[in-house]
Each structure stands twice: as C-alpha cells, then as structure tokens.
C-alpha cells in the first residue's frame, strides 16, 4: 500500500504536464495523458509507463499490458489485460474482467469498481476513505477516535489533499456551469426577472428564503416519519432542491451579467453571463470559514426571488420609489 502515496502525488504531476505538453505529441513508448477522449490500448501492446485519465474512456484489451501505474479521475477504465503497477480511482469508474491481471493496489474514492470473478489483483482493494496503514488523515476511526500526531503527515500528504479539494472544487464549478448553459438556454426571461428579485429586493429574498428553507425541511421531516406520506416527503425535498439550484443560477447570472456590463459588454448573452457568474459564487462558497455562511446567504436570497417571482413566471414586486419631493 506505501506505493498509492506516490500514485496520488503522480495526479499532480500528470495534470501539469497536460497543460505543457499536447496529447498527440505523446508516444505508445511513455507515459500517456488521456483528456475527454477515447483510447484503447489493443490486445499484444504495452504501455511503458504511467497512464492518467481525466474525463475518459480507456480500455486495455486482453492481452495488452501497462508497465507502471492508473490514475483515473471522472473517467472511466475497463481492464482485461495486465497492469504492472497499481490503480487509483477518483471520482471515475473501474471495471475489472475475467481475464484482468493487477500486479498493485486498487484504490477508489468517489467512484464505482465492478470486478469479475476471474480478475486477479495481487494487492489491496480499497473504496471510499478506508485506509489504515497509509496517510493517518484517512484512517477510520474505531470504537475510540485516533488523532493522529502531527509529525507523521508529510508534506506530500499535505500536498496532495489540498490537490484533491482544489479538483473537487473545480469540478463542481464545472457541473454548475454545465447545469447553468441548460437553464439559461430553455428559460432565459424566467431566470431574468429571479434575478431582477435579488436585485430590487435582496433583503425580502432572504427574509422569505430563510423562512421557506426551515418550513419546507420541517414539513419534509415530519411527513417522512409517517412510511404513507414518504413519497410526498421525497417528493417535497426535490422541489425544495430544484428551487434551489434554480435560485443559484439566477443569482450567478446576476453577477456574471453586472460584470460584463462593467467591462463595457453591451447586452451581455444570458448563456455568457451564467458561464461566469455560476462557477464564481461557486467557488467562493468553498472558502474555509466563510464559504457556509456565504453558501446560506446566497442559497437563501435566490429561493427567496424563486418564491416572490413564482420561479420567474411574474414580475418581482417593484422596488420602493421615492415619493415627490415638496419645496418649502
């Protein structure tokens, strides 16, 4: 298992070396970087070297062999030839035929491995965060917690798990962006006037936002404890989520419309708009310390403009308009 601590440490070093070097300039003979694409490896080839896939489908055929070690991230690798090293797994999916051969470790964190009866693998085999002779920060407690001492983490350990939130935070920015073009493509005018609610309104937002956020968690929780009422439980908590994500997006559109505006874009493009302003609010949130406080704050005001605009299909309520001033 003391072999998977530089497996992670070679995620690093792979997703550098992407940005520096282009994939087709890459050899059958060295380490591959594969990137939202397709690459099989076929059945009497070897690969001598490391293999890193990120957002890819990868396929070793039977009988072909990877001199050195797997890493995967939000991609997928079907094996059924000979990996001479060991497999990391983050966020992806890992399947293992009958005639796979793993002369290493397995490990999978966020993801799925699926191995067949057939499939030999010569070391450990670990999902999720169940590691015990490895980095102290990953062992799972027992009947007592274990704090582990301080001198025990390195500084590659350190490295490395300030890697993974950076990767987790991006790629949940990503998916937000993706979700962001979706919305703003099908509903543009509704998402609009949600978002013109934050804007004239912001304190009413997220006075109401609050109050539907405890109303609708409350009533979901006291309609689950009946087993009759589940589905509406269930059914209650998705429109809550959806309402939401859908305040989020109004609320990321928002800003990404006053910053272009600010740089002299006349007319931003909602689409445009939403691409920038999403993954940024998503981002912040994800600050240590204040990144909750702003995640509920920004939660709650975009609910709230979701509730006061009957999720954007009327106007929000018209912001307060100083009456006539009379001369004395």
């Known amino acids: 298992m003391h ?3 530089w497996v992670w440490i070679l995620w690093l070093a792979a997703l550098i070396w992407l940005w520096a070097v282009p994939v087709g300039a890459q050899t059958e003979g060295g380490d591959r970087v594969i990137f939202g694409r397709s690459y099989t490896l076929p059945s009497g080839h070897r690969l001598k070297g490391d293999l890193a896939v990120f957002g890819g489908t990868v396929t070793l055929e039977e009988d072909s062999e990877v001199d050195g070690d797997i890493m995967v991230a939000g991609g997928s690798l079907s094996v059924a030839g000979r990996v001479e090293g ?17 002369d290493g470790d397995i490990a999978v964190f ?8 057939g499939a030999i693998v010569t070391g450990e085999v670990v999902t999720g965060f169940q590691w015990e002779r490895t980095w102290p920060f990953f062992r799972r407690p027992t009947s007592v917690p274990e704090i582990p001492e301080v001198a025990s983490v390195s500084g590659a350990d350190l490295l490395v798990r300030a890697f993974l939130k950076i990767l987790a935070a991006f790629l949940l920015a990503a998916l937000m962006a993706v979700l962001a073009v979706v919305v703003l493509a099908l509903a543009p005018e509704a998402t609009a ?13 997220v006075i109401i936002g609050l109050m539907t956020l405890v109303l609708a968690l409350g009533m979901a929780l006291v309609l689950a404890i009946t087993i009759c009422f589940l589905p509406i439980a269930l059914l209650l908590t998705i429109a809550l989520l959806l309402a939401l994500l859908y305040g989020w997006i109004a609320l990321g559109w928002l800003l990404g419309d006053r910053l272009l505006r600010a740089l002299d874009v006349e007319e931003p493009q909602p689409v445009l708009s939403g691409v920038i302003g999403v ?3 998503t981002l912040v949130t994800r600050l240590p310390c204040l990144g909750f406080v702003l995640f ?22 018209a912001a307060a308009e100083p009456g006539p001033v009379t001369e004395r």
């Not at 966020?110 to 009866?117: K, N």
């Open 193 to 205: 006037r949600v978002g013109e609610a934050v804007q004239t309104s912001p304190g009413l937002s």
């Open 3 to 5: 072999r998977l601590r």
């Open 296 to 317: 509920l704050l920004g939660a709650s005001l975009g609910l709230g403009a979701v509730v006061l605009t009957r999720a954007g299909m009327q106007q929000p309520p």
């Open 279 to 281: 993954p940024l609010i």
């Open 110 to 117: 966020g993801g799925s491995v699926h191995r067949a009866e």
């Open 86 to 102: 060991d497999i990391a797994v983050l966020g992806g999916s890992l399947s293992l035929l009958d005639t796979a051969y793993v």
